[in-house]
């Protein structure tokens, strides 16, 4: 039987600040946590993939142009719904979905680019699949992000309002 410390081991730090936010959170923190680290590994290899594809050989680079480009958007878009979706104060869900529609996109579309240089390059073979798993994490939470009933029609600034000094 694991310990409590045995337990808060495998817990990863996103699941430990989801844990110890102190506000409601409308998703479910484990699956959310599980989410927010599938983004950040997925920016992180295909950062990596881009940089390994221009590390290549020169006469590789011109069928690598928009493999690059792709890691790097998909970089980019990962990280920030990475960030988004470890925010809670003053939530919009309607921000927070269309941010995860782009990573669903942006993972798509990277997944199947490195997926043509699956076989020549590993780098491209390993985004490829990180791409995919992130894509399947990502449509699995979106049918949790819908707006709260209760909230209204308010803009976020008005829902919640910044408190001046």
């Known amino acids: 039987m694991k310990s409590v410390a045995d337990k808060e081991a495998a817990m990863t730090y996103t699941q430990q600040m989801l844990d ?5 959170i409308n998703l479910d ?7 927010i680290d599938a983004l950040t590994t997925c920016a992180q ?3 990596s993939c881009a940089d390994a594809c221009l590390s290549e050989k020169a006469e590789h680079l ?3 142009t928009r493999c690059i480009r792709d890691d790097l958007d998909c970089a980019a878009i990962c990280a920030t719904t990475a960030a988004v979706l470890s925010r809670h104060t003053g939530y919009d869900a309607n921000l927070t979905r269309a941010q995860v529609q782009a990573a669903i996109q942006a993972t798509r579309t990277c997944g199947d680019s490195c997926g043509e240089h699956a076989g020549t390059h590993e780098h491209c073979r390993i985004c490829s699949q990180v791409c995919q798993e992130t894509h399947e994490a990502l449509n699995a939470l979106l049918p949790a992000l819908r707006p709260d009933p209760g909230a209204g029609a308010d803009p976020p600034s008005q829902a919640a309002p910044q408190r001046r000094g």
């Open 20 to 24: 110890a936010y102190p506000g409601e």
């Open 29 to 35: 923190r484990k699956h959310l946590a599980a989410v």
């Open 45 to 47: 290899v295909c950062t």
């Open 62 to 64: 011109p069928m690598l």
